[in-house]
């Protein structure tokens, strides 16, 4: 780049002629040399695409639960490795800029990510029991320190993100709260009194959602709970969502999970059960999507049997995604099951092969929405 006739153009020009690409070719032109990163990574060229580059939808995938509750002293996530559907691509972004010891990427929203990190890498002898939630952005490699939780929260609680800069950390027993429109820079503090350790809970717009089982050791009985984040003040602020035309819609699913899908509808993802009995076996996956202005329950999709006896020999399987796209892994499965939503509104299955890293075959994951004009 340095002899090219391009690094003769004036920067607003070099700006004007990028402006026209879409976000996904600029991400690639920024990783072509250090001056074109300079030069589509700076303020004024940011704020010239603002308004006009809508973000890139990609398929995030976390660390291992074994490499962030085990390994204190090293790095396991010096990058955050995405999935583009389009592309049908593999590629990462650098965390290399984050000053710690190790961080974990957990979850992301409005182009922003947030990761649980510990251990400063200029202190010596720090005490890595303290946890950090930091959130930044990998394109700009701008980030931002909340402020500080203790390692019980990070092992614990679920992260829950919506609007920027507004976080909030769910346990069984109580809720942690934070945004940068409150008054103090810290922590707000609630009890949570929920029945039961909140499964899959998500946040849409101020909605917080959680599958809580309420049935005996013997027998689970899964159930949807709703509460705001204004809510969360008082001391019966869930509330548990129901209605009889429901009828079973809990008990056909097996180990049920919870995702946010589009226009702030719900997906509840599990396997359908051949029968009711205690160890029913699951003849397929499906996938069900709520309507919370009308409280009505529809299928999306359901995973096809030839992908589906994959997953019938596994022995668990996890899922993440929202929005379009649910992801699947499993033990021995090897690569990803997608299932997406396309313009018309129909859902389509595929593979997804060549998963980077080392892994049991149960990968978790996130939708991560880049955004070039994302402001921790």
């Not at 509750?69 to 590629?91: C, G, I, Q, R």
């Not at 820079?185 to 946040?203: A, D």
């Not at 096809?304 to 992801?327: A, H, L, T």
């Amino acid at each position: 780049m340095d002899y090219s006739p391009l690094n003769q153009l004036p920067q607003d020009t070099l700006h004007q002629i990028f402006s026209h690409l879409t976000l996904r070719e600029i991400i690639i032109a920024k990783c072509v040399c250090k001056c074109l990163n300079s030069t589509l990574s700076s303020p004024s060229f940011l704020h010239l695409i603002s308004t006009q580059q809508p973000p890139l939808s990609l398929l995030s995938l976390r660390p291992s639960h074994r490499s962030h509750h085990h390994n204190n002293t090293t790095n396991t996530s010096n990058a955050l490795h995405v999935f583009d559907t389009m592309l049908n691509y593999w590629f990462r972004f650098p965390l290399s800029f984050l000053p710690f010891r190790s961080h974990f990427p957990i979850t992301s929203s409005h182009g922003l990510l947030y990761l649980w990190a510990e251990g400063p890498t200029n202190s010596v002898g720090s005490n890595l029991s303290n946890k950090t939630l930091i959130v930044c952005n990998p394109l700009t490699r701008q980030f931002k320190l909340l402020p500080q939780l203790g390692s019980a929260w990070c092992k614990h609680g679920s992260v829950l993100v919506g609007s920027p800069n507004q976080v909030l950390v769910l346990t069984e027993l109580a809720a942690i709260y934070f945004s940068v429109s409150t008054t103090s820079n810290n922590w707000l503090k609630f009890s949570s009194n929920l029945p039961s350790k909140p499964r899959s809970p998500i946040l849409i717009s101020d909605t917080i959602l959680a599958l809580c089982d309420v049935g005996s050791p013997w027998r689970s009985q899964w159930k949807l709970f709703r509460s705001t984040v204004k809510d969360l003040q008082f001391s019966q602020q869930w509330v548990r969502l129901e209605k009889h035309e429901w009828g079973d819609i809990f008990d056909i699913l097996k180990r049920p999970r919870l995702l946010g899908g589009k226009n702030d509808k719900v997906l509840m993802i599990g396997g359908l059960k051949s029968s009711f009995s205690l160890h029913s076996t699951c003849s397929t996956i499906l996938i069900l999507r709520l309507d919370l202005e009308s409280l009505e329950w529809e299928e999306a999709g359901r995973m096809p049997p030839e992908m589906f006896r994959y997953f019938q020999d596994s022995s668990k399987f996890k899922v993440f995604g929202g929005g379009s796209r649910v992801c699947f892994s499993g033990k021995r499965v090897g690569r990803l099951a997608l299932w997406e939503e396309n313009e018309c509104g129909k859902g389509e299955w595929r593979w997804i092969g060549g998963i980077p890293g080392n892994s049991d075959g149960l990968y978790r994951g996130f939708v991560f929405e880049a955004r070039l004009n994302a402001v921790p």
